[in-house]
């Protein structure tokens, strides 16, 4: 099994394992994409899937004791749906397992096909999570050419259609050259497109080959996003210098969220 917190190089990767939590990364380790940000093994993984892979991970989940797991995945615009499927036989073989756990999917943006979007919506995950990643101005120059801030966008906005009840959850990072106002559009942008949760994090340069960090934002900066977001009627904003969108104090909060929700 891979891990994103080891894959993606995450600040937080001590914090979240002395916690006993981990985001599974299914799909294998090598990414069909390159985005100047990620750190990632980037290639062609052929086609190759593991079809055992969705079962090996309910164990983990089992065995780690987890109440509230996240999966995500490298992109695959190798296989015909994306990797819909694999995520959910996921879903699907953990709640065999444990049905009460909540899972968050942080997905990939499947070429922005409809149906492979349905594939994993209809597994009902509790969450669903897509990241726009940059502003919409910087997005060609820090995101592989495939990718388009619009079709982020047309992600979580069809995840809506297809399930009003779902919550839905996006971030993007901070520091690679964007101005204020444009942090505040993409604000908007992901709220008018109905995400519930949105986590804002600080660009940190993974290797030499990466892209250059512009500027290190203030906690005072961070603060804040945190208190516009929540005016602009986020459930819940993550914003600070090492928040990631699987940092585990938004999963401590949304799975409050979940059970008030479900006594009321």
């Not at 079809?51 to 695959?76: C, G």
């Amino acid at each position: 099994l891979h891990t994103v917190c080891v894959e993606a190089k995450c600040p937080n990767l001590g914090q979240c394992w002395g916690e006993g939590t981990a985001t599974f990364m299914i799909l294998g380790d090598i990414c069909t994409r390159y985005c100047k940000f990620c750190a990632t093994k980037t290639g062609n993984p052929r086609g190759i899937v593991d079809k055992d892979e969705p079962r090996r991970v309910a164990i983990a989940v089992q065995e780690m004791d987890l109440d509230y797991v996240v999966i995500t995945s490298v992109t695959r615009d190798d296989l015909p749906d994306g990797g819909a499927s694999i995520f959910r036989q996921t879903i699907e073989e953990i709640r065999k397992i444990k049905p009460d756990v909540y899972i968050e999917v942080l997905v990939p943006d499947f070429g922005g096909v409809r149906e492979n979007i349905k594939t994993v919506i209809e597994a009902t995950p509790t969450v669903f999570a897509h990241n726009v990643e940059v502003v919409r101005r910087l997005t060609p120059l820090v995101r592989d050419r495939r990718a388009s801030y619009e079709k982020s966008l047309s992600v979580l906005s069809i995840a809506k259609e297809f399930s009003s009840e779902i919550l839905t959850k996006s971030g993007f990072m901070v520091g690679l050259g964007e101005t204020f106002d444009e942090v505040i559009e993409t604000m908007r942008d992901l709220r008018e497109n109905g995400v519930d949760f949105l986590t804002i994090g600080q660009y940190l340069k993974p290797s030499p080959r990466h892209l250059e960090v512009d500027r290190y934002v203030t906690p005072e900066e961070f603060k804040v996003y945190e208190k516009i977001g929540l005016d602009m009627g986020f459930k819940y904003v993550a914003s600070g210098p090492l928040v990631r969108s699987s940092y585990r104090a938004g999963e401590f909060f949304i799975k409050k969220y979940l059970q008030l929700n479900i006594k009321n």
